[in-house]
Each structure stands twice: as structure tokens, then as C-alpha cells.
């Protein structure tokens, strides 16, 4: 095989981190290449699209550009900005009540208890003591680290799917432009957007991950 290296050996796994800690999130990936031998990369954001929100300057220049491929029109930047921020801040309070009241990690508590499970029947365990910890200790980790993210700088570190649409669509709303995330009915808009990314707007983890499966 080529370059000398079997299959296996050049497979990367790549997973989206979801809701899981800084610190779920490094055990895993040294829990996996420990275990399996396969370098193994996990989004520092919540999924591969919200990686766009991890710098916000160049997620704006990225908007204009897409704006552009839309309209044809050139978006003011002050504008834009302010479009961008009022709908940022409303989903982060939105996500900030349901950490607050408990809802969201009812949610998605069953995530993780699957997630343990199934880390337990690979003998992945003893790497991973802060996954398979207790729930009440893991609502606590959890709930203290979602509320930590809920800022500019650390959204994207749980922004899902549904965030990102809401946020887009809501600015996009302001230049005639709907913006959809609806992947089961066959409309992902975020393919256009992810079309318009050069050099300059491409975020860095992107290039990082390019860097990392070489």
C-alpha cells in the first residue's frame, strides 16, 4: 500500500464533541488512540458547523462573501455586526434558562448514560472516569461547563445544529435571504456558506484538523 502504511493505520477517527467537557472530550481522544492505535480528532466546537462561530471576524467576512453570492450585494459591515450580535446574544440567553432550569440536561443525559455504556463494553473505562461518573456529578460538571460557554468567545463550543440555523436565518432575514439547516428533507444551505470560505475566512481549527490527518 502506499507510502507503506496499511488502511488501518492511516484512519483517522473524527467525531463532533457535542456537549461533552474540555476534558471528556481530550480523554476520549487519548482513549481511543491508546486503545485502538488510530489518531483520533474531536471538534473543539459542539460539530464540525459551529467550528464557523469560533472566530467571529472571520465568520462575518465569511457572511459577506455569501451575501454577495446571494445578492450580489455588498452587506455593510457595521450592519451586519449588529444583526449578528442581537441574534448571538438572544439564542445564548435562550440556551442559558434551559441550562439554568435543569431542561437541557435532561435532555441530554441520555446521550452520555449511551455513551458510558457503550464506553464500558470497549474496555474504555479506565481512561475515562470523568464520563462514567455518577449523573448528579455529571449534571454538576456538565451545567457548570455549558454556563461557562454561554459568551461570545465559548458558544460555539455548544452551539448545535438548530443554534446555528436560528442565529443565520435571523441575520440573513435582514438581506432576503433564508437560511436552512433541514438535512433530512434534503436543504442544507450551510453547504453554500461552507462553499464561500477562502483563505481568509477559513477558521484556524480547520486547518488544524488539515494538519492532523496528514
Not at 438535512?183 to 481549527?205: K, M, Q, S, Y
Request: charged share 30%; aromatic share 10%; glycine share 2%.
Amino acid at each position: 500500500i502506499k507510502n507503506n502504511k496499511t488502511l488501518w493505520q492511516k484512519a483517522v477517527l473524527l467525531f463532533d464533541k457535542d456537549l461533552m467537557t474540555d476534558v471528556h472530550r481530550q480523554l476520549l481522544m487519548e482513549g481511543f488512540e491508546g486503545k485502538m492505535g488510530i489518531k483520533t480528532h474531536i471538534w473543539q466546537s459542539y460539530c464540525f458547523e459551529s467550528v464557523l462561530f469560533s472566530n467571529m471576524s472571520t465568520l462575518l467576512r465569511l457572511l459577506q462573501r455569501f451575501i454577495k453570492s446571494k445578492h450580489s450585494l455588498d452587506a455593510n459591515t457595521a450592519d451586519l455586526n449588529q444583526y449578528f450580535e442581537t441574534a448571538l446574544i438572544a439564542q445564548i440567553n435562550a440556551k442559558e434558562e434551559r441550562i439554568k432550569a435543569g431542561s437541557l440536561f435532561n435532555t441530554e443525559v441520555g446521550k452520555f448514560q449511551s455513551r458510558r455504556k457503550k464506553l464500558i463494553d470497549k474496555d474504555l473505562k479506565m481512561e475515562l472516569k470523568d464520563i462514567i461518573e455518577q449523573d448528579a456529578h455529571l449534571q454538576r460538571t456538565l451545567e457548570t461547563y455549558w454556563q461557562n460557554c454561554c459568551t461570545f468567545d465559548r458558544f460555539h463550543e455548544i452551539m448545535n445544529k438548530k443554534d446555528i440555523e436560528t442565529v443565520l436565518n435571523t441575520v440573513l432575514q435582514h438581506f432576503n435571504i433564508d437560511f436552512v439547516l433541514d438535512e433530512d428533507n434534503g436543504r442544507n444551505d450551510f453547504d453554500d456558506l461552507f462553499a464561500c470560505i477562502d483563505i481568509i475566512t477559513e477558521p484556524n481549527e480547520y486547518n488544524v484538523f488539515s494538519t492532523f490527518i496528514r
